[in-house]
């Protein structure tokens, strides 16, 4: 069985910083990639991050752009996500996504994250 967790998230003011950290585990064979989405109350989920095994390919969504940094540590099975000059448009309910070389998908159950002074 394979588990995805995330921890990381609170309340910060604007400008703010917050990391994410998504550590999967258990069954799961090669990590293909890790990836951030966010959801927030009334809208669709949407990508805010990912990086491939190699960590060498990554893509954010512009609206992070230079705000918002994704690594991962293949080891530890764990991605993080760095969130820096937070805006109280990133509150949302931010989940991990991993995938396997066989393009399989796991979700966490995602952390709260609330910018707001």
């Known amino acids: 069985q394979v588990r995805v967790v995330e921890s990381g998230g609170g309340l910060v003011q604007p400008g703010g910083s917050l990391r994410l950290s998504c550590a999967a585990s258990?069954?799961?064979?090669?990590?293909?990639?890790m990836g951030w989405y966010r959801q927030a109350p009334g809208k669709e989920r949407e990508m805010v991050a990912t990086l491939d095994s190699g960590g060498e390919t990554t893509n954010y969504a512009d609206s992070v752009k230079g705000r918002f940094t994704i690594s991962r540590d293949n080891a530890k099975k764990t991605a993080y996500l760095q969130m820096n000059s937070l805006k109280p448009e990133d509150t949302a309910v931010y989940y991990c996504?991993?995938?396997?070389?066989?393009?399989?998908?796991?979700w966490g159950r995602g952390t709260q994250v609330t910018v707001s002074s």
């Open positions: 258990g069954n799961i064979f090669s990590i293909y990639a």
């Open positions: 996504r991993v995938t396997n070389i066989y393009n399989e998908n796991y």
